[in-house]
Each structure stands twice: as C-alpha cells, then as structure tokens.
C-alpha cells in the first residue's frame, strides 16, 4: 500500500508529454489593474450618506412590547400570462405568498443604536434591516451583513416601530415589537 501512494505522489507532480507556456493575462492581475485605472466615484457621487439607495425607512422607537400577527396577501396587478399567452393568474387575483415559501430566517429590524441588542438576539441566518445610518460601514465595524430596511418593506409588513423581529409561523408572520429600556437595556428616554 506504501508503494501505492508514493507512486501517485510523484504521478501528481510529474510533467508528461509536451508543455507551452500560459498564454493569457494572469486573471488577478488584469482585475488589479482595472481597479487602479478606474476612476474615483466617490468624487463623482459623493459620500454614501447622500446615495438616495442607501438611505433607510425611518422607525420611531416602540413605547410598549407588543406582538402582532399579519397575513401577507398579494393581490396581483396586472394579468399574468405563460409564454403561449394562457392565462396563468388574472389581475385581481390575491393569495399568501407563505402558501408556497417559508422564510428559513427572521427579520431583526433596528435603529443603529440598538445594534447590540440585535446582534445578542440575532440567529445566524437572521437578517439584521437597519432603520438609519451606513449599513455598509456598520457592516465593516461588527463583521455581519447588516442591510438598510427598505420603504416598500417597511410598508408591506406595516412597520411602525423598532426595534422588531419578524418571524414566519406557519401561514402568518408575528411581529414582535420590544419596548426600551425593558426589554433592550438601555436607559428611559425623556
């Protein structure tokens, strides 16, 4: 058996037959290259504060815990039709989503200044949706994608408060809203 694995040893770093040398760019190195040569858009579009695409749904901070349950319906708004023209889904046409997904994660919805607290409560798999601030450079500091809560998101799932965990529980989603400085440690505010 010894013999086996040294013959295969030597089969790995063996050169048979002829060989030319690599004719294309090294694939990093033309990546490098373009990278130096590209020109600085952050002079060109500004600070990232001022980006429209990274600013966040705002969320006054929840007074009281509460929980609350929320079907997602969808009402379809214009007819949706298979590629031969059929019919699939007329406009009008409304069901749960949650009918045919799960969600494998939560939604841990918070202000920046309670980052903490959604970093001790957040799951793995969790998605951590900011309500203010640089999620990319938030996202540097801690070491976990964070992302910005989106308008459309914030309306679709009626928030009105943070911090919140959304969770999927069977065809609902409960939200759970933790009131400060209960809940979250920090102290009153005014």
Request: aromatic share 8%.
């Amino acid at each position: 058996m010894l013999g086996l694995s040294a013959t295969r040893a030597d089969a790995a770093t063996s050169t048979i037959g002829r060989t030319w040398s690599i004719a294309e760019p090294d694939a990093m190195a033309e990546i490098e290259a373009r990278v130096a040569s590209a020109p600085d858009m952050a002079a060109q579009f500004g600070p990232r504060s001022s980006w429209s695409a990274m600013r966040a749904a705002a969320l006054v901070p929840a007074r009281a815990n509460r929980v609350r349950t929320l079907v997602p319906f969808y009402t379809v708004e214009e007819d949706i039709r298979l590629p031969d023209g059929r019919l699939l889904y007329p406009k009008g046409f409304t069901f749960n989503p949650l009918d045919y997904v799960s969600l494998p994660q939560r939604l841990v919805i918070v202000h920046p200044r309670d980052l903490g607290w959604a970093l001790s409560k957040a799951r793995f798999t969790d998605f951590i949706l900011l309500t203010a601030g640089d999620a990319i450079d938030l996202s540097e500091k801690t070491g976990r994608p964070l992302f910005i809560l989106e308008e459309r998101v914030k309306e679709r799932l009626g928030l009105t408060v943070a911090p919140v965990i959304v969770a999927q529980e069977g065809k609902k989603l409960v939200l759970t809203e933790y009131a400060p400085p209960i809940s979250i440690g920090r102290s009153a505010r005014p």
